[in-house]
Nanobody, 119 residues
């Protein structure tokens, strides 16, 4: 069983930065971040392979967000820069992330952390 605990959400002005962290227990395999805004479906944000050598990003965050992981501490991070109001959502850490064609999913989820971006 994998348990994931996110931290680092909060309120930031548009153009600002936030860093999210996720502490994991158990074997996590590929990890990633998803987000869900009110009234919208949960969407993929970023993923990182177990080794950290491969990353993927949603087009909407490429060049602004960076995902990284520390396998010694069993943590994954999401550095978010140049935040926009449309980035506001509940962000979920995920483990055992997979992709089938263009659809991303995960086997394990954290409880979510709120990111609010003021314009």
């Amino acid at each position: 069983q994998v348990q994931l605990v996110e931290s680092g959400g909060g309120l930031v002005q548009a153009g600002g930065s936030l860093s999210l962290s996720c502490e994991a227990s158990g074997r996590t395999f590929n990890m990633g971040w998803f987000r869900q805004a009110p009234g919208k479906e949960r969407e993929f944000v970023a993923a990182i392979s177990w080794s950290g050598g491969s990353t993927d990003y949603a087009d909407s965050v490429k060049g602004r967000f960076t995902i990284s992981r520390d396998n010694v501490k069993n943590t994954v991070h999401l550095q978010m820069n140049s935040l926009k109001p449309e980035d506001a959502a509940v962000y979920y850490c995920a483990a055992a992330v997979t992709r089938y064609v263009s659809r991303w999913s995960a086997a394990y989820w954290g409880q979510g952390t709120q990111v609010t971006v003021s314009s």
